[in-house]
């Protein structure tokens, strides 16, 4: 059953501490978004890879966020510091590069107190 | 303006009914267009998708296409409670990001 895995699926933390969000993508696709999805902004795209490379990470506030693809089976958003404005769900997504259907992992809820 | 806006909702409609989505989009080269449907606390699916002007239809769904007025539509026809979530528009402005509009919340009345 071929799907996108995300950790953590909850993850309360506290102003200023780091956060890391990882995500599995489906095996031979090669391109990976991440998305971030809150009720005032709806679903905000912040990064996306196409075979490990960044290609677009301008979504993104550059002075907490990063992401990265160390390698093929694993892409890492990590935020530091971390503030309260982003509490939000964290959508991973791939596709098979072109394709027509993005797949969505099950997201990470994120709250910062 | 934001790439891709959608009818805010939200949108009750009584079972059986049909209901009615629409979706603009601000660039005018982009190709493909997408309709997605989230269910409460769950993520994001695909459900139709739709590349040229006119209509497509699959099942209970049907998709508009007008590219001259960059304008996208999704028609649920005899809707059902199963139907009841968001529905988002999405637009592949370049061969890679695909763009989502902030959604329209379906709610179908027993």
């Known amino acids: 059953d071929a799907r996108v895995t995300q950790t953590p699926r909850d993850k309360v933390t506290e102003m200023g501490q780091e956060v890391t969000m990882r995500c599995q993508p489906i095996?031979?696709?090669?391109?990976v978004f991440w998305y971030r999805q809150t009720m005032m902004q709806g679903l905000e795209l912040l990064a996306y890879?196409?075979?490990?490379?960044?290609?677009?990470d301008s979504g993104m506030p550059k002075d907490r966020f990063s992401a990265e693809m160390p390698d093929a089976t694993l892409a890492t958003l990590k935020i530091q510091p971390s503030e309260p404005r982003d509490s939000a769900v964290y959508f991973c997504?791939?596709?098979?590069?072109?394709?027509?259907?993005?797949?969505f992992g099950e997201g990470s809820r994120l709250t910062v107190l | 303006q934001k790439e891709v806006e959608q009818n805010s909702g939200p949108l009750s409609v009584p079972e059986g009914a049909i209901a009615s989505l629409n979706c603009t989009y601000s660039?005018?080269?982009?190709?493909?267009f997408f309709w997605y449907r989230q269910y409460s606390g769950k993520s994001p699916e695909l459900i139709m998708s739709?590349?040229?002007?006119g209509d497509k239809e699959d099942g209970r769904f049907t998709a508009q296409l007008n590219k001259a007025s960059q304008y996208v539509s999704l028609l649920i026809r005899d809707s059902q409670p199963s139907d009841s979530a968001t529905y988002l528009c999405?637009?592949?402005?370049?061969?890679?990001?695909?763009?989502f509009g902030a959604g329209t919340t379906v709610t179908v009345r027993a």
């Open positions: 997504a791939s596709d098979a590069g072109g394709g027509e259907e993005l797949f």
């Open positions: 095996l031979g696709h090669n391109t």
């Open positions: 890879f196409r075979n490990r490379a960044p290609l677009d």
């Open positions: 660039d005018r080269g982009s190709q493909s």
């Open positions: 739709i590349y040229s002007n």
């Open positions: 999405a637009v592949k402005p370049d061969d890679y990001k695909l763009s």
